[in-house]
Nanobody
Framework: QVELVESGGGLVQAGGSLKLSCAAS????????MAWFRQAPGKERERVAA????????TYADSVKGRFTISRDNAKNTVYLRMNSLRPEDTAVYYC????????????WGRGTEVTVSS
């Protein structure tokens, strides 16, 4: 079992920055892929970014490329999402997720942290 706890959300003006953190505990050695998802009101959940175990491979949604950066520190069992040049359309609840077997399916989820970007 893996527990994930997100932090770092909040209210920020358009153009500003935030850094989200996701602390993992439990069987963290199995979390090969870590990802950030988001879900805005009335919209489907989308994967924003993902990173492999070593951090050597990352993937981003087109909507955040060049603005968001995902990273992980396995020594601290933490994954980060640095968000720059935030836009009102980035407003959503952001969830951390962990996969034990690939990029497509995620076995463990955090409860989310809310990000609101004001115009």
């Amino acid at each position: 079992q893996v527990e994930l706890v997100e932090s770092g959300g909040g209210l920020v003006q358009a153009g500003g920055s935030l850094k989200l953190s996701c602390a993992a505990s439990g069987r963290t050695g199995s979390t090969y892929i870590m990802a950030w998802f988001r879900q805005a009101p009335g919209k489907e959940r989308e994967r924003v970014a993902a990173v492999n175990w070593s951090g050597s491979t990352t993937t981003y949604a087109d909507s955040v490329k060049g603005r968001f950066t995902i990273s992980r520190d396995n020594a601290k069992n933490t994954v980060y999402l640095r968000m720059n040049s935030l836009r009102p359309e980035d407003t959503a609840v952001y969830y951390c997720a962990a996969s034990t077997n690939g990029w497509r399916t995620y076995d463990y989820w955090g409860r989310g942290t809310e990000v609101t970007v004001s115009s």
